[in-house]
């Protein structure tokens, strides 16, 4: 038994109490939920988020003993520990190196990386080119609330100018990162961008992320319900818009045009594209085995080795 | 002189070619049943400055790269009188220039060694072989031909070499070695007592200590390396790169060092074997992510290669200066072991206790090398790679329960663990304090046991892995390593009996010069031993404390200024050492550790 007292902010309750809710190929989406009981504010936007991943997976039949959701640290990042799956939480802005770690670690297992616009732009954006450039079969969510949550309300990289925070108290001065253009032009063969109010359209922009063979991309605008004054819900609802239905998703030109429009916030998949995946391309070089799970790993030579040292 | 042990240098120009030309003869050397060790330095730049090789070269095995030449190689000028004032009283000189028009009195006036041979190697590459570059071939062939060392191995190992980089090289370079011998056979008349002995052999395997880092995590079963390249680590890199691939392993160029790391955690978190190594600055930007190898129990091995720090110092030189950020660095308190290759064999030995350590006790192992180590060569015999045994790299699948808890609390301080991948083992692992099912935990009680949990890992890890190397008399060397409580009695009862005079403390690379200057000093009548430990952290006091006790005068000798290990020792004993510090960048010779003892010895 558990160390954790009873009393103590949940086990396993969290699944057993709820009313049973059928999804996908005869499964229950609480399946998907983890022990713990999500923190975040009462009326907070990663709720949504939550739902359409749980949602996605289990459309998509994914076990969750073959699921790794990997994440930084923030609001958002606590993700990890309300999917019932291998959860990592590790350190800020490292979701995505560490994500790729798991996935050449064991390529079997489906990985999604989450995290904020302050840990997947500021911090840990470095990373971010690198992820998208080689193409792993893998689903980035980044989360934005366009603020600092978990610290209280500081400037992040995507907060627009002219807004308030605790470090702008004059108004930010700086423009805003617009991480859907950085990841088409990073290379990223997967880019959409979801609104965590419409989780139905969410789930379909995950599922399809998820499907994708190589390197997926999800802005999901999430307002922040605490520290996001003047840009909740009601300030996103009606900038949200439609992709255009004529949107050709293979054409990047026409993509980065559209993301280029800061005003509308369009929300769809703005390009995609077919790209040798980075662990295929590893195996095809008999490299990329990961955890061997049928116990034929290849023989060191040793006898090509001392011909190479001596 | 004595033929059977002695010490060459190499000097050129770096883009002289000199580090090649010293590879191919410890390589000729090792496939002539000769044993070497070899060491190098190299300015930081691409081109410009001075290269230069040194390489002992014996019929027994050696620690170490000597300390006075028994032969120069200079490719110029320059080149000799910088190194003019290392050579033996009867050393041989072998320089290129004109041999009719020199004049030798004016030229070599300063000379303090043996029979000079001055050879045309850059006109014989010019005119004969026509390509200037191949200089440094014909040098090869000279001082192989002079030396006594048979043709066909050096002729086919510039040939092996050349035709890695392009058909068109082989010819000129071939041509070149041959003309340097034939130059010899010809015109040179042997004017030293200098040859080679016949030994006959299977030959030996010549690794540095960076390829025996990556060879001894191959066969530890390491399978996934993410690294970034730095100086003087990144062989380690680019071996793994070409062997992992072949044994379904990965190799993983990352971003920069916080991505090696991180990926290094995730694919450990998946369940395969996984490593990064970097030198000093890397070591830096990992400290934060070793703190969640503590916290969350993910096994780690981290190799440093160590340099002169700090910032960018001296990149291509060596130093002991990382001890305290290998042991303490990072923020919050962490499990974690510090081991330390003491040779090119304990370079491959050590991974697997590395690894081994990493995984059982789910905690971050840093290794410490250095350049010194990292780029020194030596010989090793061919069984290294043919006997020692391959650990299996799967990792089945294994089903849990549902009252499986991955950080459960335990006795040993060690909990289950799940892989992703296994039924019924899905969890959350964290960077933030947490129960024993994951979950994030601010309780204080928890906190309490949980912290007491993962130091618990550590209580008994100097009886299994405290061994330490010890070197007392002219060839008494002994690997004092313990794996029940019956063998720690032992080797604790094996450190009380050295007791003497001088007692040398050292970690890492210095042992090979230590064991030497201890060997000199004994036949010079002064008592003396010396102990390196292997695990330097946790503090193995099993041995070193009967160690201490058991000497008159206790020398710590380090590669650095502030004597990181002396006060280390000195916050477990109350006791004041005599130290040995450098931090120029070059490592010790067995002679000025020999000076040391006897001064110390002196005072006793």
């Known amino acids: ?310 | 002189m004595d033929v059977t042990d002695f010490v060459m240098g190499i000097s050129g120009d770096a883009g002289e070619g000199v580090i090649l030309t010293g590879d191919l003869i410890t390589q000729v050397a090792a496939r002539s049943n000769l044993h070497i060790s070899s060491t190098q330095t190299f300015p930081a730049e691409i081109r410009g400055g001075q290269s230069y090789v040194q390489i002992r070269l014996g019929i027994d095995s050696i620690f170490n790269p000597g300390d006075r030449l028994d032969v120069l190689v200079a490719f110029n000028r320059l080149a000799y009188h910088r190194y003019k004032p290392t050579i033996a009283s009867d050393g041989i000189l072998i320089i290129d220039g004109d041999p009719e028009t020199i004049d030798m009195a004016s030229t070599f006036g300063d000379w303090r060694g043996g029979p000079i041979y001055v050879i045309p190697m850059g006109e014989i590459a010019a005119k004969d072989v026509g390509v200037k570059r191949a200089k440094n071939m014909v040098g090869l062939g000279a001082v192989t031909a002079l030396l006594g060392f048979a043709p066909e191995h050096g002729e086919e190992l510039v040939h092996r070499f050349f035709a890695k980089r392009g058909e068109a090289l082989v010819e000129p370079n071939v041509a070149g070695y041959r003309a340097g011998r034939e130059y010899v056979a010809k015109k040179v008349t042997k004017r030293d007592h200098l040859t080679i002995p016949k030994v006959s052999g299977e030959g030996y395997l010549v690794l540095s200590g960076n390829d025996a880092i990556a060879l001894g995590a191959l066969y530890a079963g390491c399978r996934f390396f993410s690294g970034y390249p730095i100086t003087p680590a990144s062989e380690i890199m680019q071996l793994l790169a070409e062997e992992l691939p072949r044994v379904g392993g990965t190799m993983y160029q990352a971003e920069d060092e916080i991505a090696s790391i991180a990926a290094a955690q995730g694919a450990s978190y998946a369940g395969v074997r996984a490593m990064t190594a970097t030198s000093g600055p890397g070591l830096s930007l990992m400290s934060e992510l070793l703190g969640l190898s503590g916290i969350a129990e993910i096994p780690m091995v981290v190799v440093d290669v160590q340099r002169g720090g700090p910032s960018t110092g001296l990149p291509t030189k060596t130093e002991q200066s990382d001890l305290l950020s290998a042991m303490y660095g990072g923020h919050g308190e962490f499990p974690r072991v510090v081991m330390a290759p003491i040779s090119i064999r304990d370079c491959f030995q050590v991974m697997r206790s590395a690894f081994e350590v990493a995984e059982i006790y789910q905690v971050p192992v840093i290794v410490l090398s250095e350049q010194g180590l990292g780029h020194r060569r030596a010989t090793l015999p061919k069984a290294l790679l043919k006997q020692t045994p391959i650990e299996k790299v799967t990792r089945p699948q294994r089903s849990w329960g549902p009252t499986y808890n991955r950080f459960e609390i335990t006795e040993s301080g060690i909990s289950p663990r799940a892989m992703p991948g296994d039924p019924g083992g899905t969890h959350l692992i964290t960077g933030l304090e947490h129960w024993d099912f994951g979950g994030p935990a601010h309780n204080l009680e928890n906190r309490t046991e949980m912290v007491q949990k993962r130091f618990r890992k550590l209580r008994n890890l100097d009886r299994r892995y405290g061994g330490v190397f010890a070197f007392k008399g002219e060839d008494a060397t002994q690997h004092l390593h313990a794996t029940t409580d019956e063998e720690a009695g032992r080797l604790s009862a094996a450190a009380e009996s050295f007791r003497g005079q001088i007692g040398v403390i050292g970690w890492g690379a210095t042992a090979g010069v230590v064991r030497e200057a201890v060997a000199r000093a004994e036949k010079r009548g002064i008592d003396t031993a010396a102990i390196f430990p292997r695990m330097i952290f946790p503090h193995n006091d099993l041995t070193i404390r009967p160690f201490i006790q058991g000497h008159q005068k206790i020398i710590v000798v380090e590669e650095n200024f502030t004597g990181q290990y002396a006060r280390v020792l000195m916050h477990y004993y109350d006791f004041e050492p005599e130290r040995l510090n450098k931090y120029d960048g070059l490592p010790f010779k067995p002679e000025e550790v020999l000076r040391k003892i006897e001064e110390v010895a002196s005072h006793v």
């Open chain 1, 1 to 310: 038994m558990s160390n954790a007292p009873e009393a103590a902010p949940t086990k396993d309750d969290a699944a057993a109490a709820a009313p049973s809710q059928p999804c996908g190929r005869g499964r229950d989406l609480n399946q998907y939920k983890g022990r713990l009981k999500p923190i975040w504010c009462t009326g907070c936007g990663i709720f949504g988020v939550l739902n359409a991943l749980m949602r996605s997976l289990c459309e998509l039949d994914i076990d969750p003993e073959n699921l790794a959701v990997v994440s930084g640290i923030g609001c958002s990042s606590r993700l990890p520990g309300f999917v019932k799956c291998y959860g990592y939480h590790g350190a800020h802005g490292r979701a995505l190196p560490t994500a790729i770690g798991v996935k050449l670690g064991n390529p079997r297992l489906t990985v999604i990386a989450a995290g904020g616009d302050g840990d997947g732009l500021s911090i840990g954006i470095g990373h971010f080119p690198h992820a998208a450039r080689r193409n792993l079969d893998l689903t980035y969510i980044l989360i934005d609330n366009r603020i600092y949550g978990l610290t209280k309300g500081q400037t992040s990289p995507t907060t627009v100018e002219g807004y308030e925070t605790k470090t702008s108290p004059t108004g930010v001065i700086e423009p805003p990162l617009n991480p859907v253009e950085l990841a088409i032009v990073y290379g990223a063969t997967f880019v959409a961008r979801g609104y965590s109010a419409k989780v139905k359209d969410l789930q379909n922009l995950i599922m399809e992320a998820i499907r994708h063979k190589g390197f997926s991309f999800v802005q999901v605008i999430s307002p922040c319900v605490t520290f996001g004054k003047g840009s909740g819900f009601d300030y996103f609802g009606p900038r949200i818009k439609p992709m255009p239905e004529d949107h050709d998703a293979g054409d990047r030109h026409a993509a980065l045009h559209l993301v280029s429009d800061t005003d509308t916030l369009l929300a769809g998949i703005f390009y995609r594209q077919d790209r040798p995946e980075y662990v295929a391309r590893l195996q095809a070089r008999g490299g990329a085995r990961g955890r061997e799970l049928d116990a034929s790993d290849p023989k060191i030579d040793t006898e090509s080795l001392i011909t190479r040292f001596s």
